[in-house]
Nanobody, 127 residues
Framework: QVQLVESGGGSVQVGGSLRLSCTAS????????MAWFRQSVGKEREGVAG????????WYADSVKGRFAISQDDAGNTLYLQLNSLKSEDTAMYFC????????????????????WGQGTQVTVSS
């Protein structure tokens, strides 16, 4: 059974930083894709950042470019999201997602491409 365990969420002020972690057990998702999504109250889940597994290929939503950074450890078992210069609109539940389907710049943000999801970790940014 594949398990994605997230951590790192919290409450910070505008301009602050957080680092989210997602530990995957049971699979490295080689050839697939891992990503971070977020969902605010009353809104649909949206892609924040994605990464092709085993390659230095990443994608970001326009709203977070230059502020967030997605990365993966050398062993490939942990996915990170560094959140810098946080804004109030970044407040959301953040989810880690993974799947074995190859993804690209035009498909990484499609929710149905991912088979495994974390439980979510709350990020709250106050002004």
């Amino acid at each position: 059974q594949v398990q994605l365990v997230e951590s790192g969420g919290g409450s910070v002020q505008v301009g602050g930083s957080l680092r989210l972690s997602c530990t995957a057990s049971g699979s490295t998702y080689r050839g697939g894709c891992m990503a971070w999504f977020r969902q605010s109250v009353g809104k649909e889940r949206e892609g924040v950042a994605g990464k092709r597994v085993g390659a230095n290929v990443t994608w970001y939503a326009d709203s977070v470019k230059g502020r967030f950074a997605i990365s993966q450890d050398d062993a490939g078992n942990t996915l990170y999201l560094q959140l810098n210069s946080l804004k109030s609109e970044d407040t959301a539940m953040y989810f880690c997602a993974a799947g074995t389907i190859f993804c690209s710049s035009g498909s990484w943000s499609y929710i149905n491409r991912y088979t495994d999801w974390g439980q979510g970790t709350q990020v709250t940014v106050s002004s």
